[in-house]
């Protein structure tokens, strides 16, 4: 689009003229950026919201898991809270319900199923948590060479507005050349903080990933312990739990009673 005496140079490179000046395919490339870039950051916020919220209620369960005096009491109250630790800690006590059901109970094998889903359940936990990273990655990766597109294109067109002109001044120049990088320009602005944002979340997420497993261990040496508890020998001295307090509180329910102990 040719300068006119309405607008100054200043005006002529500002960000909407540089985008009203672009011809259709720069202007579809601008507007995929700026609509990537929009929800890239949509993803971070409502992500970061999301996992900050979950740790936090996550530590607590496990806090509140460890001061508990009766495991199945506590699995009535709070096996179904919708975290990945209360996932975790029900697929454990549904698992151990099911292997210890029966008259005949194979320590290995229930100790060997135990581990498995609560791993399973942890692992799909960190899915889910991590369903949206892979458009972060993907904006990242492409937005840049998108932008290069609209570069390469705007550059095009200046060079067939330059040789129909018969004039190569900067000032017919300049328009163009600043259209093509301004493409650039977007497709930077929407891949930067989609990268950083992929690799701290992705760090987030392992962190959080660590902890399930570390719950989902100590848990299940809790369990495997259960396993070696004889009723009809002397009863045990009770034994401190992480937390310090004591639990050896039996209810009778589906499969083995359940106790707690260090």
Request: proline share 5%.
């Amino acid at each position: 689009m040719p300068a006119t005496a309405a607008h100054t140079p200043g005006e002529l490179m500002s960000p909407v003229a540089l985008f009203m000046q672009a011809d259709i395919v720069v202007k579809a490339v601008m507007i995929g950026l700026i609509l990537a870039s929009i929800w890239t950051w949509a993803i971070i916020i409502a992500h970061a919201m999301k996992v900050k919220r979950l740790k936090a209620a996550n530590e607590k369960f496990e806090r509140d898991f460890w001061r508990a005096e009766d495991i199945d009491r506590f699995h009535d109250a709070r096996g179904s809270d919708d975290l990945p630790a209360a996932k975790v800690f029900a697929a454990g006590i549904d698992e151990w319900r099911r292997s210890t059901s029966g008259r005949h109970v194979d320590k290995e094998g229930t100790r060997a199923r135990l581990s498995g889903a609560m791993h399973s359940t942890a692992a799909a936990e960190v899915d889910r948590l991590a369903d949206r990273l892979n458009i972060l990655a993907t904006v990242g990766s492409v937005a840049p060479f998108v932008g290069l597109f609209g570069t390469v294109w705007g550059i095009m067109r200046s060079f067939s507005d330059i040789a129909g002109a018969n004039n190569t001044s900067l000032a017919v120049v300049a328009p163009g050349i600043a259209e093509a990088l301004f493409a650039t320009a977007l497709g930077l602005f929407a891949a930067i903080p989609a990268v950083i944002a992929y690799n701290r979340m992705t760090h987030g997420i392992n962190r959080m990933e660590t902890a399930l497993g570390r719950f989902a261990d100590r848990f299940h040496a809790t369990l495997s312990r259960e396993l070696e508890y004889d009723p009809s020998a002397a009863p045990p001295q009770p034994a401190a739990n992480p937390e310090g307090t004591f639990a050896f509180a039996p209810k009778a329910s589906a499969g083995a009673p359940l106790r707690k102990g260090g």
